[in-house]
T-cell receptor, first 112, second 116 residues
Framework: GIQVEQSPPDLILQEGANSTLRCNFS?????LQWFHQNPWGQLINLFY???GTKQNGRLSATTVATERYSLLYISSSQTTDSGVYFCAVEKNYGGSQGNLIFGKGTKLSVKP | NAGVTQTPKFQVLKTGQSMTLQCAQDMNHNSMYWYRQDPGMGLRLIYYSASEGTTDKGEVPNGYNVSRLNKREFSLRLESAAPSQTSVYFC???????????????FGPGTRLTVL
């Protein structure tokens, strides 16, 4: 099956710093989402981005589908950005059933 | 809109007991999913329902059954709970359809299950 690898596994930042999280996947995809799992366990949708670039406030994401990777940028990090960031993909097999395959996540800790 | 709701939030079972996890969505979505999340891991798909009246196995279906009761509700049943089923369970839904943007999934708050 499709493999999803996220890096780095852990990241510690000082408040105000910028960071880039990476997601590599092993096959063509028709669905890619980034989620933030907050310390209370809630999964929050950040981006639906199977290709291209999107921005939402201090966060932005880019997916280069032909090279099989996606990047999540966090600028001017805040303590509330702490948590685990997941990338999830669905293999492109000509249809879609929404069967997301998740990476193991990047655990981000932002220190005040 | 409440989005995706799950009940209960927490549950402790003894080995061999049964229980049903409930999930409902009010977004008129067509497809619904059950995932489990184990410590230090991403989520893994247990079962999904592409549309009302259909269900299919995901990556880790053993020990579980599901029912798509109607378009809004999708339940997950553990017939004889085992300690290996200790996990956090998430329900999700997506509109699904012709446009790719319909495939964005939205998740409920999760149910934390412990099997002793």
């Amino acid at each position: 099956g499709i493999q999803v690898e996220q890096s780095p596994p852990d990241l510690i930042l000082q408040e105000g710093a910028n960071s880039t999280l990476r997601c590599n996947f092993s096959d063509s995809v028709n669905n890619l989402q980034w989620f933030h799992q907050n310390p209370w366990g809630q999964l929050i949708n950040l981006f639906y981005i199977p290709s291209g670039t999107k921005q939402n406030g201090r966060l932005s994401a880019t997916t280069v589908a032909t090279e099989r990777y996606s990047l999540l940028y966090i600028s001017s990090s805040q303590t509330t950005d702490s948590g685990v960031y997941f990338c999830a993909v669905e293999k492109n097999y000509g249809g879609s059933q929404g069967n997301l395959i998740f990476g193991k996540g990047t655990k981000l800790s932002v220190k005040p | 809109n409440a989005g995706v709701t799950q009940t209960p939030k927490f549950q402790v079972l003894k080995t061999g007991q049964s229980m049903t996890l409930q999930c409902a969505q009010d977004m008129n979505h067509n497809s619904m999913y059950w995932y489990r999340q184990d410590p230090g891991m991403g989520l893994r798909l247990i079962y999904y329902s592409a549309s009302e009246g259909t269900t299919d196995k995901g990556e880790v279906p053993n020990g579980y059954n599901v029912s798509r009761l109607n378009k809004r509700e999708f339940s997950l049943r553990l017939e004889s709970a085992a300690p290996s089923q200790t996990s956090v369970y998430f329900c999700a839904s997506t509109l699904a359809g012709g446009s790719s943007s319909y495939n964005e999934q939205f998740f409920g708050p999760g149910t934390r299950l412990t099997v002793l």
